[in-house]
């Protein structure tokens, strides 16, 4: 099994912390300094704007032809519009576009809390994925809330062989699409709020047999809390033992 592990987005990834306070003499910005330490990252930027494809481009040249990339969907698609409009599908082109030049394979759906398993949602969702061109793009989907209960995301996922992907802290994944992915998003633990949480080398060294437990062919992991930095290092070491 290939275990990719990286984090939610590089932009709040401190190099001088990781890599010494002269990085900049070796490397020439933040995502190509980020590049040496993981194989991989989720760009979340992508969800609240869309980049232009001379900055994706930029982005792709700055790291090495093995570094991997997914990509966060717009949240036009999926909080704004919430599949409902023809807007949808342009933006979904552009998200293509993106990944394509990325060269990214995974394509991010995250659904709000409010988008409930609803009749309406359901056909809306099921309308949007029938008409759009994905091509070679696997798409992931990260529903939220207690009303998609398993039965429902295991149906929509089946019929259109998306990634069922979740914390697995949280919730165990339900349907893994056609090639055998999972696709793991660690928010964190925390009480007050649950993205300020530093994961202890028990729970990475849990999270580690989660994993082996799934019997898939690749998994992808994405810290997404406020030691996410930090723990992927730790979890990439777990791994190697």
């Not at 995250?110 to 099921?126: G, L």
């Not at 660690?186 to 060294?205: D, P, R, T, V």
Request: aromatic share 14%; hydrophobic share 40%; proline share 3%.
């Amino acid at each position: 099994m290939k275990i990719n592990v990286g984090c939610c987005g590089w932009g709040f990834f401190r190099p001088n912390i990781f890599l010494g306070k002269k990085w900049r003499e070796k490397y020439k910005s933040i995502l190509q300094a980020y590049s040496v330490l993981y194989p991989c990252v989720e760009i979340n930027t992508t969800f609240y704007r869309i980049p232009k494809i001379d900055t994706v481009e930029k982005w792709r040249k700055e790291v090495s032809k093995d570094f991997q990339f997914t990509v966060k969907c717009n949240n036009i698609i999926t909080h704004q519009d919430q599949f409902k409009t023809m807007r949808s599908i342009a933006i979904f082109k552009l998200m293509k576009r993106i990944c394509d030049v990325l060269n990214a394979k995974l394509l991010l759906l995250q659904c709000p809390a409010n988008f409930k398993a609803t009749e309406e949602n359901i056909e809306a969702m099921t309308s949007f994925l029938k008409n759009i061109n994905r091509e070679h793009l696997t798409i992931v989907w990260e529903p939220r809330g207690k009303s998609w209960e398993n039965k429902i995301i295991r149906k929509i996922c089946k019929k259109f062989n998306l990634v069922h992907c979740v914390d697995p802290f949280r919730r165990e994944p339900v349907y893994f699409g056609k090639n055998s992915i999972a696709y793991f998003r660690l928010h964190g633990l925390g009480k007050i709020s649950m993205y300020k949480y530093n994961f202890s080398k028990k729970e990475l060294e849990q999270l580690k047999e989660k994993i082996e437990n799934l019997k898939v062919k690749q998994t992808w992991v994405f810290f997404n809390n406020t030691e996410m930095y930090a723990n992927a290092q730790q979890f990439i070491e777990i791994l190697k033992k």
